[in-house]
Nanobody, 115 residues
Framework: QLQLVESGGGLVQPGGSLRLSCAAS????????IGWFRQAPGKEREGVSC????????YYADSVKGRFTISRDNAKNTVYLQMNSLKPEDTAVYYC????????WGQGTQVTVSS
């Protein structure tokens, strides 16, 4: 059964760091470009970052460039998002999916940055 599970969120003060994980079960991620998305209350879901199949190219939204780093470990069937210098506007539920968002959305992981 295909499943993506996001983890690693929590409550952090501005300037702090978190590392999110996206772990796949029931299939392997190595054939897919994988993205991180987020949705804040009252806002549309937006793309945050994306990584190609072999990790050779990455994409970042302008709002997170220089602060977030996406990576993947295909042997562990996991994609990561390292988030540094967090800001209150980063507060959202974070999700992973294919870069096109083709799969069902999971529960996500809540990131809250206090002001």
């Amino acid at each position: 059964q295909l499943q993506l599970v996001e983890s690693g969120g929590g409550l952090v003060q501005p300037g702090g760091s978190l590392r999110l994980s996206c772990a796949a079960s029931g299939f392997t991620l190595d054939d897919y470009a994988i993205g991180w998305f987020r949705q804040a209350p009252g806002k549309e879901r937006e793309g945050v970052s994306c990584i190609t199949r072999n990790g050779g190219r990455t994409y970042y939204a302008d709002s997170v460039k220089g602060r977030f780093t996406i990576s993947r470990d295909n042997a562990k069937n996991t994609v990561y998002l390292q988030m540094n210098s967090l800001k209150p506007e980063d507060t959202a539920v974070y999700y992973c999916n294919s870069q096109s968002g083709q799969w069902d959305w999971g529960q996500g992981t809540q990131v809250t940055v206090s002001s």
